[in-house]
């Protein structure tokens, strides 16, 4: 979904594993986050910048679970 839309899913590690720090997981997320009125798609159309995904629901963001999460990371690329 995020990839038709243009946004682009970056991770240090190359992978997707929720439980691997290094990793950038989707796994879990709010729908909402994702293509909501305020989601990260809608963001995408309406600012018309190139937008990566750098984190979500892996471990290592916050203090205690993160694996059902409302929130996503981002960043502007050059693209």
């Known amino acids: 979904m ?3 839309a243009g946004i682009t899913i970056v991770s240090s590690g190359g992978c997707s594993d929720q439980n691997n720090a ?3 997981s989707l796994t ?9 009125a305020y ?5 995408k159309k309406k600012s018309g910048c190139a937008i990566e ?3 979500g ?3 290592g963001h916050a203090a205690g679970k993160h694996f059902v999460t409302i929130k ?4 502007t690329s050059k693209k």
């Open 57 to 59: 629901t892996e471990i």
């Open 53 to 55: 995904v750098t984190g």
């Open 22 to 24: 290094h990793c950038t």
């Open 28 to 36: 879990g997320i709010h729908s909402e986050v994702i293509n909501g």
């Open 39 to 43: 989601g990260i798609i809608v963001f």
């Open 72 to 75: 996503v990371y981002t960043r």
């Open 2 to 4: 995020l990839t038709d």
